[in-house]
């Protein structure tokens, strides 16, 4: 696995166990138990928080929550129809032969950075938990040798970085994108599941304002904030505009230029 990390990773706020899947053999549970520097041990009732490594198929599982990253899964391909897709590029800039460089800062489960490189975006995604960025890699990996070309083709266009975004710097020209974990009402039950299993490996970060202070500071053209609809504007600064769906929006941060020009 050629994942791109950095010692600025954080280690998971609740304690996680690797398990192998039931009838398969264990090597490449143990190998990700020793590179995650977590505790491996051998298959039986599921229970607590765990990380469950197959030969072909890996995903995190909490008090019955199960959280996966598939790329060609059916809900990604009925997403890849979708009308928020259209919202996010157009957020990022994207247009007619002009597909922005991403740097996604909270890449967390990267669907998102998906839907962007599928778009014709080169992505970043920055995940500052081993884990999450382990499991990003392991799905772009399989990605790679999908059936369908445009998903291989997305995962071309991708990689992932393990590091905590605040100590990186963002190249020039790139979009930033930033999607902070936040609470959500009115979700379902499933997805509530889910949020809970993230929140468990990296809670909400306490503030904030570091996030933003640390996008403001960086050398890029356009800032991409998604937020829930009705949620305060992440930071002082006004957007340039934002555009909704009917749970979510994104507020855009569009600069001058550091040379002195502008967009």
Not at 68 to 93: C, K, P, W, Y
Not at 97 to 111: E, K, Q
Not at 113 to 126: K, P
Not at 130 to 142: I, R, T
Request: glycine share 6%; net charge neutral; proline share 5%.
């Amino acid at each position: 696995m050629q994942l791109v990390s950095s010692d600025q990773r954080s280690k998971p706020s609740g304690e996680l166990t690797v398990l192998p899947i039931q009838g398969e053999s264990p090597k490449r549970a143990r190998a990700t138990a020793a590179y995650l520097d977590l505790t491996y041990r051998d298959y039986g009732s599921i229970s607590g928080a765990n990380l469950v490594v197959g030969e072909t198929a890996t995903w995190l599982e909490l008090e019955g929550a199960k959280v996966t990253v598939q790329f060609d899964s059916s809900a990604m391909r009925h997403r890849r129809r979708g009308g928020h897709n259209e919202l996010l590029g157009r957020a990022i800039g994207i247009k007619e032969n002009h597909y922005p460089a991403v740097f996604d800062a909270t890449g967390g489960l990267a669907r998102d950075a998906f839907v962007l490189a599928d778009s014709g975006c080169c992505v970043t995604v920055c995940e500052r938990v081993p884990v999450l960025a382990w499991l990003v890699q392991d799905a772009l990996e399989a990605a790679q040798v999908s059936a369908h070309d445009h998903v291989r083709e997305a995962a071309g266009r991708m990689r992932v970085v393990a590091a905590d975004s605040l100590q990186l710097t963002v190249e020039e020209r790139s979009v930033l994108y930033l999607d902070p974990m936040f609470p959500e009402r009115k979700k379902a039950a499933a997805v509530r599941k889910e949020a809970a299993a993230l929140q468990y490996l990296a809670a909400p970060m306490e503030d904030e304002i570091d996030l933003w202070e640390w996008a403001w500071r960086q050398p890029v053209d356009r800032i991409v904030v998604k937020r829930p609809l009705r949620a305060p504007t992440l930071g002082p600064q006004n957007p340039s505009h934002t555009l909704s769906g009917k749970a979510i929006r994104f507020d855009v941060f569009v600069r001058q230029r550091v040379n002195g020009g502008s967009e």
